[in-house]
């Protein structure tokens, strides 16, 4: 399992504000009557942020994940049966109550999930199950810790729950791994380090040490086989069970978690969860926890600050520019846009009315792909691509030059065309 070098992030990147940036370049805000940790999405932050959630959906479908949808809502008994609340209360929101009952805005979806597996008997012919799920969440954190996309109190977590055989733990966590590094390889990102995260001492742990030896030993064991390097942190666990946590760096080399894998022996006795075996015993199943690029909030801020702006063309808000050099060849600029749309490409023409050609190019400096359209290529079903790192190719046939394009961008690469096809802008 190959990551690459892991460099510091500050070796490749200048030194990029997501909270600046996302403003500048319109992904998203926060107004003070919607409150605080409650940003909101602009239309090119909600097109990455959709972009980045169905790249996400489809690389768990290709892994034989199944997805569900849970109520954001949950009894407050559900939070007591699962652990969160005697060992998470504190960062949850207040009960509401309705009637007789109290609920609870959820703080993570692993009870729903656990519920949702012992809804049906299952055989052992069925695991593992891979149960999926871009859902929302909510942690009351306190407002001195707030900001921008990074802490937030409304969450859409990428979260999954794997309900297997003890045998199958180790194939499962080498597999949600194996899925974390393709992810970080289609958005252009490297994690800083891997860390195995452990209890430390305290009563924010559930007091099961035999579960603890077990689910630490075998995330161990996937972490020496895949040839890693990793660290042990103490005090860095769920209070359920170890982690594998995949950090990452933002330009000024503060840390956090992106992407965790977990083994959680805990939740599977607390919710009586059980499948019939070979022998036609019932048997309890073993939960592995796993999460690709964890929040979408803070996986979009990373990106904002990997990248400045200058996002892989498959995720960028917009992906083509159509840019007619005078208002004779606006109808073919809206018709190149109108066939980008019918591709799934996100394309937007840009005309005199914000001025010269020149500035035109300047202001789509992000954009991965311009293409001009001036009187020759209007004529003949052209288009002249400029390539957002410098280089621009020859007119070509505008179906062929969006065939291209939607080729890379299916792909999720990071490459913007074929290495030698570009010549670069010279004078």
Same mark, same amino acid.
């Given at each position: 399992?190959?990551?690459?070098?892991?460099? +510091?992030?500050?070796?490749?990147?200048?030194?990029?504000?997501?909270?600046?940036?996302?403003?500048?370049?319109? $992904?998203?805000?926060?107004?003070?009557?919607?409150?605080? =940790?409650?940003?909101?999405?602009?239309?090119?932050?909600?097109?990455?942020?959709?972009?980045?959630?169905?790249?996400?959906?489809?690389?768990?479908?290709?892994?034989?994940?199944?997805?569900?949808?849970?109520?954001?809502?949950?009894?407050?008994?559900?939070?007591?049966?699962?652990?969160?609340?005697?060992?998470?209360?504190?960062?949850?929101?207040?009960?509401?109550?309705?009637?007789?009952?109290?609920?609870?805005?959820?703080?993570?979806?692993?009870?729903?999930?656990?519920?949702?597996?012992?809804?049906?008997?299952?055989?052992?012919?069925?695991?593992?199950?891979?149960?999926?799920?871009?859902?929302?969440?909510?942690?009351?954190?306190?407002?001195?810790?707030?900001?921008?996309?990074?802490?937030? %109190?409304? *969450?859409? $977590?990428?979260?999954?729950?794997?309900?297997?055989?003890?045998?199958?733990?180790?194939?499962?966590?080498?597999?949600?791994?194996?899925?974390?590094?393709?992810?970080?390889?289609?958005?252009?990102?490297?994690?800083?380090?891997?860390?195995?995260? $452990?209890?430390?001492?305290?009563?924010?742990?559930?007091?099961?040490?035999?579960?603890?030896?077990?689910?630490?030993?075998?995330?161990?064991?996937?972490?020496?086989?895949? =040839?890693?390097?990793?660290?042990?942190?103490?005090?860095? !666990?769920?209070?359920?069970?170890?982690? *594998?946590?995949?950090?990452?760096?933002?330009?000024?080399? %503060? @840390?956090?978690?992106? +992407?965790?894998?977990?083994?959680?022996?805990?939740?599977?006795?607390?919710?009586?969860?059980?499948?019939?075996?070979?022998?036609?015993?019932?048997?309890?199943?073993?939960?592995?926890?796993? +999460?690709?690029?964890?929040?979408?909030?803070?996986?979009?801020?990373?990106?904002?600050?990997?990248?400045?702006?200058?996002?892989?063309?498959?995720?960028?808000?917009?992906?083509?520019?159509?840019?007619?050099?005078?208002?004779?060849?606006?109808?073919? !600029? @809206?018709?190149?846009? =109108?066939?980008?749309?019918?591709?799934?490409?996100?394309?937007?023409?840009?005309?005199?009315?914000?001025?010269?050609? =020149?500035?035109?190019?300047?202001?789509?400096?992000?954009?991965?792909?311009?293409?001009?359209?001036? !009187?020759?290529?209007?004529?003949?079903?052209?288009?002249?691509?400029?390539?957002?790192?410098?280089?621009?190719?020859?007119?070509?046939?505008?179906? @062929?030059?969006?065939?291209?394009?939607?080729?890379?961008?299916?792909?999720?690469?990071? !490459?913007?065309?074929?290495?030698?096809?570009?010549?670069?802008?010279?004078?």
């Amino acid at each position: 399992m190959s990551w690459g070098r892991s460099p +510091s992030v500050r070796e490749e990147t200048t030194m990029h504000d997501h909270r600046r940036l996302g403003r500048e370049l319109e $992904l998203f805000d926060t107004d003070p009557l919607i409150g605080a =940790g409650l940003p909101y999405w602009l239309p090119d932050g909600a097109a990455l942020r959709h972009t980045l959630e169905e790249y996400v959906r489809g690389a768990e479908r290709r892994a034989g994940y199944r997805h569900v949808y849970s109520p954001v809502l949950g009894k407050r008994e559900l939070y007591e049966i699962s652990g969160h609340w005697s060992h998470y209360s504190d960062d949850m929101f207040p009960p509401m109550d309705l009637g007789s009952e109290q609920v609870v805005l959820r703080p993570s979806l692993c009870p729903h999930h656990a519920v949702i597996y012992r809804s049906r008997a299952h055989s052992y012919r069925e695991l593992p199950l891979r149960m999926a799920e871009l859902g929302g969440m909510y942690r009351s954190e306190l407002s001195g810790v707030l900001g921008g996309l990074t802490r937030v %109190r409304a *969450i859409q $977590l990428n979260d999954a729950h794997i309900f297997c055989t003890l045998d199958q733990v180790a194939d499962e966590a080498r597999g949600a791994l194996d899925m974390i590094r393709q992810a970080y390889e289609a958005l252009g990102i490297r994690p800083a380090r891997f860390r195995l995260s $452990l209890p430390g001492p305290g009563g924010k742990y559930v007091a099961a040490p035999e579960m603890w030896r077990r689910s630490t030993a075998l995330l161990t064991e996937v972490l020496d086989a895949s =040839g890693l390097p990793y660290e042990a942190a103490e005090d860095e !666990a769920a209070f359920y069970g170890p982690k *594998i946590d995949v950090q990452v760096e933002d330009p000024a080399g %503060r @840390e956090s978690t992106m +992407s965790t894998v977990q083994v959680d022996f805990h939740q599977p006795e607390r919710f009586g969860l059980h499948y019939t075996g070979a022998d036609g015993a019932k048997h309890r199943p073993v939960m592995v926890h796993r +999460s690709i690029i964890g929040s979408v909030e803070r996986a979009v801020a990373h990106l904002v600050e990997q990248h400045g702006g200058a996002f892989p063309g498959w995720l960028a808000p917009v992906q083509l520019m159509v840019m007619p050099v005078s208002d004779a060849e606006l109808p073919q !600029a @809206e018709a190149l846009a =109108g066939r980008c749309a019918d591709l799934g490409l996100r394309a937007e023409v840009s005309g005199r009315e914000h001025g010269s050609l =020149g500035a035109r190019i300047r202001q789509a400096r992000l954009v991965p792909y311009q293409a001009v359209i001036g !009187a020759a290529e209007a004529a003949d079903g052209l288009v002249a691509l400029r390539l957002r790192d410098g280089r621009r190719l020859d007119p070509v046939p505008a179906g @062929e030059a969006l065939a291209r394009i939607g080729a890379l961008t299916a792909a999720h690469s990071t !490459a913007l065309w074929d290495d030698g096809e570009a010549e670069p802008v010279r004078g």
